[in-house]
C-alpha cells in the first residue's frame, strides 16, 4: 500500500483546509485510515480515523467539531477537512492505513500502534 497526503499549506488562524490521502498498490485491502500529525520534538497525536468499510469515525479531543474525516471508496481516497485552524494545528500531517485489520474500533484507530503503511506527510503552518 503506498499512501500519498496532499492539501497542506499556509493557513491564517480561523480559516480552513482540507487534506487528502491517496492509496495505491495491488492488493489494495485495508480496514481503516487514520490521520496523525507531528511537530518537531513532540510525539506523533492520532488526529482522526475513518473505518473503510462503513465509514465510522473518531476525533481526539482537539480537533472534534473542527475537523471532518471522510472517505471516496471508490478514488481510494480519504479526507481530512479542518476548520477553525487554530496555531497549535500546526504540523506535519500524515495518514496511515491498516492492512493487518488491526484497528478493531475507530477509538482504537487514534493509536499510530495499529497501523502499518505510512505516507510522506504534507505540512500545515499557519501565517500568524
Known amino acids: 500500500v503506498q499512501l500519498v497526503e496532499s492539501g497542506g499549506g499556509t493557513a491564517q488562524p480561523g480559516s480552513s483546509l482540507t487534506l487528502s490521502c491517496v492509496a495505491s498498490g495491488d492488493g489494495l485491502v485495508y480496514l481503516a485510515i487514520g490521520w496523525f500529525r507531528q511537530v518537531p520534538g513532540k510525539a506523533r497525536e492520532g488526529v482522526s480515523c475513518i473505518n473503510a468499510i462503513d465509514g465510522s469515525t473518531a476525533y481526539a479531543d482537539s480537533v472534534k467539531g473542527r475537523f471532518t474525516v471522510s472517505r471516496d471508496k471508490n478514488q481510494h481516497t480519504v479526507y481530512l477537512q479542518m476548520n477553525s485552524l487554530k496555531p497549535e494545528d500546526k504540523a506535519g500531517y500524515y495518514c496511515?492505513?491498516?492492512?493487518?485489520?488491526?484497528?478493531?474500533?475507530?477509538?482504537?484507530?487514534?493509536?499510530?500502534?495499529?497501523?502499518?503503511?505510512w505516507g510522506q506527510g504534507t505540512q500545515v503552518t499557519d501565517s500568524s
Open positions: 496511515a492505513a491498516d492492512s493487518g485489520y488491526k484497528v478493531i474500533t475507530v477509538i482504537a484507530g487514534l493509536q499510530e500502534r495499529f497501523y502499518n503503511y
